[in-house]
């Protein structure tokens, strides 16, 4: 079964540091995509990056970009400059072509930016 | 602006009560569902539906049930709510791809959350 895996339940850096937060992931296709969401204590889920396994380039967004090692089934989601605003629990979350379209989440990580 | 809407926000009921929760969507998505989140276990999916007349259980669907009233309508019920469905719930969409990859491909789009609890 496909699983996700986020080790870190809680972490916290000062403002505008860099954080990077963990993601593996369980699973024996070689195509299938990634995501990070993100959930700020509005409890809106808003995506954050995403990334497509058969790419080698590692997305990024503006502060945010990942670490993706395909070999290890690692995602890992770096954010640079880290701002109050950022204090959120994000998802690690992946989806295969042949699963119904059904997402595979991983537990959150509580990320506190402290001032 | 698209958007995904649902109601209630929040919700306090009691034990045995019916409930349903309402999630609305402007986005044209063919897909919708309804997921189940609670502290230290992510998002759990309880029902999915493809198209009005495609509907399937999730991961959790026991003590839930479904209703696809038109592409831009699914409704959850808990046909006699328990303490423990105490939790948030999410409606979600997600487009068509005529690929897999018209947009990105399994890219889901949130509602804002209904915070239930059940006493």
């Known amino acids: 079964a496909q699983t996700v895996t986020q080790s870190q339940p809680e972490m916290s850096v000062q403002e505008a540091e860099t954080v990077t937060l963990s993601c593996t992931y369980d699973?024996?296709?070689?195509?299938?995509?990634l995501f990070w969401y993100k959930q700020p204590p509005s409890r809106q889920m808003i995506l954050v990056i995403r990334?497509?396994?058969?790419k080698q380039q590692n997305a990024t967004e503006n502060r945010f970009s990942v670490n993706f090692q395909k070999a290890a089934k690692s995602f890992s989601l770096k954010i640079s400059d880290s701002q109050l605003g950022d204090t959120a629990m994000y998802f690690c979350?992946?989806?295969?072509?042949?699963?119904?379209?059904?997402?595979?989440w991983g537990a959150g990580t509580k990320l506190i930016i402290k001032p | 602006d698209a958007d995904v809407t649902q109601t209630p926000r929040n919700r306090i009921t009691k034990t045995g009560k019916r409930i349903m929760l309402e999630c609305s969507q402007t986005?044209?998505?063919?897909?919708m569902y309804w997921y189940r989140q609670d502290p230290g276990l992510g998002l759990r999916l309880i029902y999915y539906?493809?198209?009005?007349?495609?509907?399937n259980k999730g991961e959790i669907s026991d003590g839930y049930s479904v209703s696809r009233q038109a592409q831009a309508k699914f409704s959850l019920s808990l046909e006699s709510a328990i303490p423990n469905q105490t939790a948030l719930y999410f409606c979600?969409?997600?487009?068509?791809?005529?690929?897999?990859?018209?947009?990105?491909?399994?890219?889901?789009?949130f509602g804002p959350g209904t915070r239930l609890t059940v006493l």
């Open positions: 539906s493809f198209d009005v007349k495609d509907i």
């Open positions: 979350a992946f989806i295969q072509p042949d699963s119904n379209y059904q997402l595979i």
């Open positions: 699973t024996s296709e070689n195509n299938y995509y």
């Open positions: 979600a969409t997600s487009p068509t791809g005529t690929s897999g990859r018209a947009t990105f491909f399994g890219e889901q789009f």
């Open positions: 986005k044209g998505h063919d897909r």
């Open positions: 990334q497509e396994a058969y």
